[in-house]
Nanobody, 121 residues
Framework: QVQLVESGGGLVQPGGSLRLSCAASGSIFSINAMGWYRQAPGKQRELVAAVTDAGRTNYADSVKGRFTISRDNAKNTVYLQMNSLKPEDTAVYYC???????????????WGRGTQVTVSS
């Protein structure tokens, strides 16, 4: 019923930049929050950044000042601009949406399949 499709991952040198995009489609009534999580090998998935429908943002301490999350509500799309990338940012990045389906009263969590970000020289 709902698809989250990520794009924009890849290989970048330390200090470089990447921009991730995630578009939500399907039988969506409204989207509350959208966010990005990441999971490095051998580690738990962690929140990177999130943005509410009102535009309030939340960042992990490790990315504050380097990453910027933004959202286009008309397109049901969330972006993550990543600057000054470090090797420790290497992970699979997952898009998440907290939304309400058409015809439903309940909020549900949806995930994208993930996009690999590798920071290496």
């Amino acid at each position: 019923q709902v698809q989250l499709v990520e794009s924009g991952g890849g290989l970048v040198q330390p200090g470089g930049s990447l921009r991730l995009s995630c578009a939500a489609s399907g039988s969506i009534f409204s989207i509350n929050a959208m966010g990005w999580y990441r999971q490095a090998p051998g580690k738990q998935r962690e929140l990177v950044a999130a943005v509410t429908d009102a535009g309030r943002t939340n960042y992990a301490d490790s990315v504050k000042g380097r990453f910027t999350i933004s959202r286009d509500n008309a397109k049901n799309t969330v972006y993550l601009q990543m600057n000054s990338l470090k090797p420790e940012d290497t992970a699979v990045y997952y898009c998440n949406a907290d939304l309400i389906l058409r015809g439903s009263y309940y909020r549900s969590d949806y995930w994208g399949r993930g996009t690999q970000v590798t920071v290496s020289s």
